[in-house]
Nanobody, 126 residues
Framework: QVQLVESGGGLVQAGGSLRLSCAAS????????MGWFRQAPGKEREFVTV????????YYSDSVKDRFTLSRDNAKNTLYLQMNNLKPEDTAVYYC???????????????????WGQGTQVTVSS
């Protein structure tokens, strides 16, 4: 079992920044694919970014590329999402997700993750 706890959400004006954290516990953090998704009211859960494993590649959705940065600190078992130049359309609940790496899976798809945090609200005002 893996437990994930997000923090760092809040209210920010457009153009501002926030850093989300996801603290993981329960298993060897470095063995897991770790990602962020978000869900706005009335919309499906949307892929934001993923790092395939400790030494693997990082992928971003087109909507956040060049504004958001994913990082992970294996010593602290924590995943971070630095969000800069935030826009009102970034408003959503942000979820941290984890799953054991399997090369056959597409980790931009939410259904390929078995572990989720409770989510943290990000609201960007115009």
């Amino acid at each position: 079992q893996v437990q994930l706890v997000e923090s760092g959400g809040g209210l920010v004006q457009a153009g501002g920044s926030l850093r989300l954290s996801c603290a993981a516990s329960g298993r060897t953090f470095s063995d897991y694919v770790m990602g962020w998704f978000r869900q706005a009211p009335g919309k499906e859960r949307e892929f934001v970014t993923v790092k395939t494993w400790s030494g693997g590649n990082t992928y971003y959705s087109d909507s956040v590329k060049d504004r958001f940065t994913l990082s992970r600190d294996n010593a602290k078992n924590t995943l971070y999402l630095q969000m800069n130049n935030l826009k009102p359309e970034d408003t959503a609940v942000y979820y941290c997700a984890a799953e054991i790496w399997d090369s056959r899976r597409d980790y931009t798809r939410a259904y390929n993750y078995g572990y989720w945090g409770q989510g943290t609200q990000v609201t960007v005002s115009s």
